[in-house]
């Protein structure tokens, strides 16, 4: 593991964003956009806007940071430049830690965004402060780019790829308690939420949007995020082979 | 001219550790196979292959496409699977971590950043092996490359993109370089260029594996390996291969050999 080319790489990820500046734009502004669609949906419901609205700023650079991975590895793999770069002397964790600070990056200035948004100008309301839904966003998008990366494995296309957002992300939303608390949902359904990492990353938005009092149940729920995210990029390490058939 | 070279190399052993013992392997042979099978797809590729490259030569590996060339390339490699035989590189068993600073492998496929410029590519790549700017500046020079740093590699030619990519592979200065096929799609001029570099790095001590499907390449050559179905029909050279033959046209002195139908001892 080098610093240096652990550096390298999250500069190099960050200098493909730039040369792609439509995609840069379209990552911070369409969740602003479906904020403020949300927020004319639920015109005549404004609890229901911020039941639901406030814990999403959050989540949106989960889902988003899923697909801009799993398409960016799945792009190293088809191109050749992971085989290259297995032939070089790079650790697997070098390239992971560089797509992790460049994601991590990109999903802060995202993050800030849709909260600004949010908080500011929709009228939001996050009782222990919008910038704990904003660091909350961060985790939660890394664990989405740790879950991309590690899926990107199993797709040969990029259309193979975008099928996989359907299939991983919108179970773990439908599960996580956004929609309909978890309780309600048939008993099966209730026990296979406990399973699924989003379950905790909305735990802990939903607690840093309601006014009860802060409690360890928060760090419980983050530290699952954490460990979530570390295992799917010890899975997505295991993807990275140095000989393929 | 002899002189220098050897003190290149020995400038080069000393930089590595267990000097003298590398030093005597790589001039003998840099690259030996022996009993090389590898199976694809449930095919065997490579059959009980077994060669011998020198040190500080350019050898070409030539045979019609499909004949196991890029396969036999990855193996040495190191990023073959499902490989047994052995496969020494440079003293080690291929594939050893400590290989992947002192080899450089261009795929077929130009294997660049397509959406990033020259310098960007160039400049990744050189943090990994850890060298500095006027490296990427005598790489690019030697691909004839210098002037186009700031050019975005998804918008030039694919031979330009094969040389961004052959760049790249220099760029550690490594001592054995293998090219797959590193000169198709380029004008004649061009080539000629790049196959004096190739035995200009040659003469500096690196080891060269260039694979060719173009007979015409293999009068340029030290050395030839002849690949046919997953086996070497001879280890030979241009002279050899004209003398043995009779045929002073190497691809027909090729089609010869192939005719014997039988591969070397």
Redesign the interface.
């Known amino acids: 593991m080098s610093i ?2 652990t ?3 999250a ?2 990820v960050l ?2 964003v730039r ?2 500046p439509r995609t840069a734009t379209l990552l911070v502004a369409i969740p602003c956009v479906l904020l403020v669609l949300l927020r004319y949906v639920f015109d005549s419901a404004p609890a229901t806007f911020q039941h639901i609205g406030a814990p999403l700023c959050g989540l949106f650079p989960f889902i988003l940071m899923f697909l801009v991975a799993s398409i960016t590895m799945l792009r190293e793999r088809t ?3 992971l ?8 650790a697997k964790l070098d390239l992971l830690a560089g797509y992790g600070i460049a994601f991590g990056l990109l999903a802060t200035i995202q993050a800030g965004a849709v909260c600004a948004v949010g908080f500011l100008a929709l009228g939001l309301h996050a009782s222990h402060g919008a910038w704990l839904v904003g660091l909350l966003a961060v985790a939660n998008a890394l664990l989405g780019m740790a879950l991309g990366l590690f899926v990107s494995a199993f797709a040969r296309t990029e259309f193979q790829a975008v099928q996989f957002m359907p299939a991983v992300v919108f179970p773990q939303m439908l599960l996580c308690g956004l929609f309909v608390a978890r309780r309600e949902m048939a008993p099966l359904l209730y026990d296979i939420s406990w399973a699924l990492p989003l379950t905790y990353a909305y735990d802990a938005l939903q607690r840093a949007t309601r006014p009860a009092p802060l409690s360890a149940a928060l760090l419980v729920d983050v530290l699952v995020v954490v460990a979530a995210t570390a295992g799917a990029l010890a899975l997505g390490a295991l993807t990275l ?5 | 001219m002899l002189r220098s070279r050897l003190l290149d190399l020995r400038a080069r052993a000393a930089a590595t550790p267990n000097a003298g013992h590398r030093l005597a392997r790589m001039a003998a042979s840099a690259i030996e196979v022996r009993h090389l099978d590898v199976i694809r797809g449930g095919r065997r590729v490579l059959e009980d292959l077994s060669l011998e490259v020198d040190g500080g030569s350019v050898t070409g590996l030539l045979g019609p496409s499909g004949c196991g060339k890029t396969t036999l390339m990855r193996a040495i490699v190191g990023v073959q699977a499902r490989v047994t035989g052995e496969v020494g590189v440079l003293g080690l068993p291929a594939g050893e971590p400590g290989l992947r600073r002192r080899i450089g492998y261009v795929t077929q496929a130009p294997s660049v950043y397509a959406d990033l410029s020259v310098a960007e590519n160039l400049q990744y790549f050189a943090r990994i092996l850890d060298v500095g700017a006027d490296r990427i500046a005598e790489v690019l020079d030697t691909v004839g490359l210098a002037g186009s740093e700031r050019r975005v590699v998804g918008t030039m030619s694919g031979g330009e993109r094969a040389r961004v990519s052959l760049a790249t592979a220099m760029l550690g200065r490594p001592e054995l370089l293998i090219l797959d096929e590193p000169t198709v799609g380029l004008d004649p001029v061009l080539r000629e260029e790049l196959w004096r570099t190739f035995h200009g790095l040659a003469r500096e001590g690196a080891t060269l594996l260039v694979s060719s499907h173009v007979m015409d390449e293999a009068a340029s050559c030290d050395a030839l390996l002849l690949m046919r179905e997953g086996a070497v029909l001879a280890q030979t050279t241009p002279e050899g291969l004209r003398a043995q033959t009779g045929e002073q046209d190497l691809g027909r002195a090729f089609l010869a050999i192939i005719k014997t139908g039988r591969p070397a001892p």
């Open positions: 240096r080319v550096l390298a790489s500069l190099r200098r493909q040369r792609d191109t050749g430049t085989e290259r770069l297995m032939t070089l002397p790079l082979r140095r000989t393929t058939a």
